[in-house]
T-cell receptor
Framework: SQQGEEDPQALSIQEGENATMNCSYK?????LQWYRQNSGRGLVHLIL?????REKHSGRLRVTLDTSKKSSSLLITASRAADTASYFC??????????FGGGTRVLVKP | DAMVIQNPRYQVTQFGKPVTLSCSQT?????MYWYQQKSSQAPKLLFH???????NEADTPDNFQSRRPNTSFCFLDIRSPGLGDAAMYLC????????????????FGDGTRLSIL
């Protein structure tokens, strides 16, 4: 399967703590994207990191990419209850379609 | 605000009874996608349109069809829904063909949750 893997599958933290989730993939990529999905809603694009980039920031989000290990991480700093959601990484796989990982469910407790 | 709108949000149909889900967009994007997402799983691409060109994924069942009568609208038709077709169906758009190669983000609607009785 070309689907990426994410870990952990679920994460529970207290408000104010940092949340880190990881994504691995199997093919070479042009870029990797992270999306957030609130319960019962569609996906919202968070950040895109290109294969020639190693780190990217957007507000409280920090994404790293290690193409030699075929892995990426998403860090949410100073988490808030509103960050409770599922987070998916996505990359171009065989057939040039965007393929999503299995997701990490994050619960931020107030 | 420019957006992707899916109707209805919830759809209930009977086993074997055809059902149509709709998606509209005000983004004027060339590419529209349909994904199936089952509980706690990743979205799975069913097919996409680049303008009027239809592209089916190899493992999408024949039971699933799509129509795109114009730039703004795209429909997902399930000809004979089975219990295994109960899922969230997500519509997404991207500005141009380059996005198929993952160069730009996709914009998603809030989905239609389909239940089969």
């Amino acid at each position: 399967s070309q689907q990426g893997e994410e870990d952990p599958q679920a994460l529970s933290i207290q408000e104010g703590e940092n949340a880190t989730m990881n994504c691995s993939y199997k093919t070479s990529i042009n870029n990797l994207q992270w999306y957030r999905q609130n319960s019962g809603r569609g996906l919202v694009h968070l950040i895109l990191i290109r294969s020639n980039e190693r780190e990217k920031h957007s507000g409280r989000l920090r994404v790293t990419l290690d193409t030699s290990k075929k892995s990426s991480s998403l860090l949410i700093t100073a988490s808030r209850a509103a960050d409770t959601a599922s987070y998916f990484c996505a990359h171009k796989a065989a057939g040039n379609k965007l393929t999503f990982g299995g997701g990490t469910r994050v619960l931020v407790k107030p | 605000d420019a957006m992707v709108i899916q109707n209805p949000r919830y759809q209930v149909t009977q086993f074997g009874k055809p059902v149509t889900l709709s998606c509209s967009q005000t983004l004027n994007h060339n590419v529209m996608y349909w994904y199936q997402q089952k509980s706690s799983q990743a979205p799975k691409l069913l097919f996409h349109y680049y303008d009027k060109d239809f592209n089916n994924e190899a493992d999408t069942p024949d039971n699933f069809q799509s129509r795109r009568p114009n730039t703004s609208f795209c429909f997902l038709d399930i000809r004979s829904p089975g219990l295994g077709d109960a899922a969230m169906y997500l519509c997404a758009t991207s500005r141009d063909h380059a996005t198929l190669w993952g160069d730009q983000p996709q914009h998603f609607g809030d989905g239609t949750r389909l239940s089969i009785l």
